[in-house]
């Protein structure tokens, strides 16, 4: 699809759900709407008088004509507002959204905040994605537990696997000797949606270099001790993680 434009694919048939419609065990709405615009930051509407709002991006299917159509939401004085941006036409909802948010901001319909003095992030969307990941308790985290909890499965949260070695997994099955660990795109260096520092560039490279380092000698010493580890990138479907993780763990208590 060519940018500013859409060509109408969906001629005979409906879009297919998953290009606009939230699946279960997705990321939480502010988090999807966080990475579809490319950081929290860039999802600002003016106000005026020095005002801003968080806008997100609605997707709407209009049966009658096959066509997926995005609208920027945010509210104002307790009321929401709502404009038009484009119609969108990829197969996925996070492409859609991705390409709503991007229209939007050429259209003019978005405001960007700016870096705080002394950051030491390249970019306000990096400043965003470095907030976002925190070390525990993260949305994919609790979101991920709670499905394994709708599976009857039971857990440890944020322990160590083995007591003598300093590293602790995000869930843990300790009788089944399974390791969960839920890896944040910027921290854990996603391939797909990592995007390197510009600002202090040796310093970030270091870094995450280090945690990917770290990663791979916590799987070595895990196997090594006859652990299994599972490890879920946040961006990943939960409810497939999911069962993945139930079906480990269950093989592992057979």
């Not at 197969?91 to 003019?108: D, I, P």
């Not at 965003?128 to 985290?141: F, I, L, V």
Request: glycine content about 8%; proline content about 4%; charged content about 35%.
């Amino acid at each position: 699809m060519s940018p500013g434009s859409a060509t109408h694919r969906w001629k005979d048939e409906l879009p297919p759900e998953r290009a606009y419609k939230r699946r279960a065990g997705a990321a939480s709405p502010a988090l999807e709407q966080d990475r579809a615009a490319q950081g929290r930051n860039r999802r600002s509407v003016d106000l005026g008088d020095g005002r801003r709002a968080r806008g997100s991006i609605s997707l709407r299917l209009y049966r009658r004509t096959r066509r997926i159509r995005a609208y920027l939401r945010w509210s104002q004085d307790g009321k929401t507002q709502e404009k038009y941006v484009c119609e969108v036409e990829f197969t996925s909802r996070g492409q859609n959204l991705a390409e709503a948010w991007r229209q939007a901001r050429e259209k003019g319909f978005l405001a960007e905040d700016g870096l705080p003095p002394g950051s030491r992030a390249s970019s306000t969307e990096v400043r965003a994605s470095m907030q976002g990941n925190r070390s525990k308790d993260t949305g994919p985290e609790i979101m991920l537990r709670r499905l394994l909890h709708q599976r009857g499965l039971r857990y440890r949260v944020d322990a160590r696997p083995i007591a003598e070695v300093r590293r602790r997994a995000d869930v843990v099955f300790a009788s089944e000797r399974v390791a969960i660990f839920v890896d944040g795109c910027y921290w854990h260096g996603c391939p797909e949606h990592y995007r390197p520092a510009v600002k202090n560039a040796e310093f970030w490279h270091e870094k995450i270099n280090g945690n990917r380092a770290r990663d791979a000698d916590t799987n070595r010493k895990l196997v090594a001790a006859g652990w299994s580890v599972i490890r879920v990138w946040e961006h990943e479907d939960l409810t497939q993680a999911a069962a993945l993780i139930d079906e480990v763990v269950r093989t592992a208590r057979r």
